[in-house]
Every structure is written in C-alpha cells, then in structure tokens.
C-alpha cells in the first residue's frame, strides 16, 4: 500500500490497488510520508468505504477528528463485537465518530438529553445497552468528563441498527415518504435547500429514521419532566428549528393522529439546529 495523503497523526489514505482505503496506525503521520509505502502489519485497522460520498465523509470526520478518538472508537467496536458476536461494517466507524464528535459538543454547552428510549432498550436489548454503558465509561476515561446513562441509548442503537433484519418493502418505501415530508417542511421553513451530501444531514436522516419508525409503530414517547427544562432552554435559543418542530408536530399528528412528547421535541429542534446552522448563516 502507497501513502496518497496523510490526515493526522494517526490516519492515512492509502492506494491499494484500484482502491482508496484508509488505514489507522498510531504514529503513521510522524513516521511516514506521501508516497512511502505501508505494510499490512504496520496497519491497526483499516476501512474500506463502498462508495465516494463514504469516503468523503470519512475523510472529512477522520481529518477534523481527535485522533485518539478513532482509537477511542476502534476500542468500542471491538468491545462491542466481542459481546455482540458481530462483524461491524467500515460504515459504523463512521457514524459513531460522527456521533461521538456531537456527544462531545453537546457535553461541552451542557446540552444533555433525557432519551424517551432508555427503558425500551434496556428490556428489549439488554446486551446492546451494556455495550452502550461500556462505551460511556471508556469515552469518560479518555475525556475527562461524566456522561448521563441515557447517552448510551443512542450508541446501543447504532449496534441495534447494525443487526436487525431490512424493514418491509412497504414500510421501507413509506418511512422514505415521510422522511422527504419531514425533510421538505423544514426547507420551507427555514427557506433553504438542505445539503444532502453533507455530514450534518447524514446525521439527521439517521435520527429521523429512528424517529420515523417510532412514528409507525406508534412507539412515540410520553413526556419526560427531567427534559423540561432543556425544552424550554432550546425552544427560546433556537425559535426558528422550534416553529419547524411545530409543523412536524402538526403532520404527525394529521398522518398518524399521534402526538410528540417534550423529549422527542427536544431531540428534533437540537438536530434541525445543527443541520441548518450553517446554511442560516451563509444566508
């Protein structure tokens, strides 16, 4: 394998081949350089994405990354592979750096969030949720910082996600429907054209898609009094990702005559935030 460009300390992109791959080795951006060659045993991990818009966001996330945090996130995989029995894919890499990079975000202005799921998962995927509280204990040992069990809710999907069968066609092609409606309410309201090839709306079609299936199932959530008062907090930072919760408010409830809980709210504004932050400021 040739070095084609090194992106921090511990991460390359090599040429294997026909292909482009990434490959993890702590050091390799002191110890080498482009065009030097790398041997498969210097090698700790490597990822192999299927597609360009993979290797885009990959690359994005792997270059603007910790870069202890790609080890942190190799450790968790193998954990959780371990306990779970299961080969991850190169692509779970990446969505648990992405959501580690917003955990850590949100850690930092204190944004925690109750999750409507937690007793769900922990009665229906007690391993996952294990894996999940795992995964917490090593981000707070490498981080420094203490994190709420609730957080392990999400992580414990990400591996949930990773071994459930394929929706039914029917439903698949009903949950895309909603998706687009969801998806075309909050460019109307905020007058813009969401960037489908950016890693902040891979990010919020995943959430949705959680979100949606609940929607389906009649799964939503009661509310959560300990959520309130984050509620209220981004509900006045955020006035404009607030009026499109609203509207979604309005299409679940005439579609499936279902109401949304403060704690499903208050996931939606904080995601709708982030994923049209940056185009609200280029307008």
Same mark, same amino acid.
């Given at each position: 394998?040739?070095?084609?460009?090194?992106?921090?300390?511990?991460?390359?992109?090599?040429?294997?081949?026909?292909?482009?791959?990434?490959?993890?080795?702590?050091?390799?951006?002191?110890?080498?350089?482009?065009?030097?060659?790398?041997?498969?045993?210097?090698?700790?991990?490597? !990822?192999?994405?299927?597609?360009?818009?993979?290797?885009?966001?990959?690359?994005?996330?792997?270059?603007?990354?910790?870069?202890? @945090?790609?080890?942190?996130?190799?450790?968790?995989?193998?954990?959780?592979?371990?306990?779970?029995?299961?080969?991850?894919? @190169? !692509?779970?890499?990446?969505?648990?750096?992405?959501?580690?990079?917003?955990?850590?975000?949100?850690?930092?202005? +204190?944004?925690?969030?109750?999750?409507?799921?937690?007793?769900?998962?922990?009665?229906?995927?007690?391993?996952?949720?294990?894996?999940?509280?795992?995964?917490?204990?090593?981000?707070?040992?490498?981080?420094?910082?203490?994190?709420?069990?609730?957080?392990?809710?999400?992580?414990?999907?990400?591996?949930?996600?990773?071994?459930?069968?394929?929706?039914?066609?029917?439903?698949?092609?009903?949950?895309?429907?909603?998706?687009?409606?969801?998806?075309?309410?909050?460019? +109307?309201?905020?007058?813009?054209?969401?960037?489908?090839?950016?890693?902040?709306?891979?990010?919020?079609?995943?959430?949705?898609?959680?979100?949606?299936?609940?929607?389906? +199932?009649?799964?939503?959530?009661?509310?959560?009094?300990?959520?309130?008062?984050?509620?209220?907090?981004?509900?006045?930072?955020?006035?404009?990702?607030?009026?499109?919760?609203?509207?979604?408010?309005?299409?679940?409830?005439?579609?499936?005559?279902?109401?949304?809980?403060?704690?499903?709210?208050?996931?939606?504004?904080?995601?709708?935030?982030?994923?049209?932050?940056?185009?609200?400021?280029?307008?």
């Amino acid at each position: 394998m040739r070095i084609k460009q090194i992106l921090n300390n511990n991460v390359a992109l090599v040429k294997r081949g026909g292909h482009e791959i990434f490959v993890v080795s702590k050091g390799i951006g002191f110890k080498k350089q482009k065009g030097q060659l790398v041997r498969d045993e210097e090698v700790d991990k490597m !990822y192999i994405l299927d597609s360009f818009d993979m290797l885009d966001h990959f690359s994005y996330l792997l270059s603007h990354s910790d870069p202890n @945090d790609i080890i942190l996130i190799n450790n968790i995989i193998s954990y959780a592979e371990k306990e779970l029995q299961f080969q991850a894919s @190169d !692509y779970l890499s990446l969505t648990l750096l992405d959501h580690l990079e917003f955990l850590i975000k949100r850690v930092e202005k +204190k944004q925690y969030i109750k999750s409507p799921l937690i007793w769900d998962v922990k009665r229906f995927y007690p391993k996952h949720f294990q894996v999940g509280i795992r995964a917490l204990r090593m981000i707070e040992e490498q981080k420094g910082i203490q994190l709420p069990d609730d957080e392990a809710v999400s992580i414990s999907l990400h591996f949930v996600n990773m071994e459930e069968s394929k929706i039914a066609k029917q439903d698949k092609v009903s949950e895309m429907q909603i998706l687009g409606d969801i998806i075309s309410i909050i460019e +109307k309201n905020f007058h813009v054209k969401l960037d489908e090839n950016s890693t902040n709306f891979l990010r919020f079609t995943n959430h949705l898609q959680y979100f949606i299936q609940r929607v389906m +199932k009649g799964e939503l959530h009661n509310e959560g009094k300990d959520t309130l008062g984050l509620y209220q907090q981004v509900s006045q930072l955020y006035p404009a990702a607030f009026k499109a919760v609203q509207k979604i408010k309005v299409y679940i409830q005439s579609q499936f005559d279902s109401q949304i809980s403060i704690d499903e709210e208050t996931y939606l504004i904080l995601h709708i935030r982030r994923v049209t932050e940056r185009l609200e400021e280029e307008k």
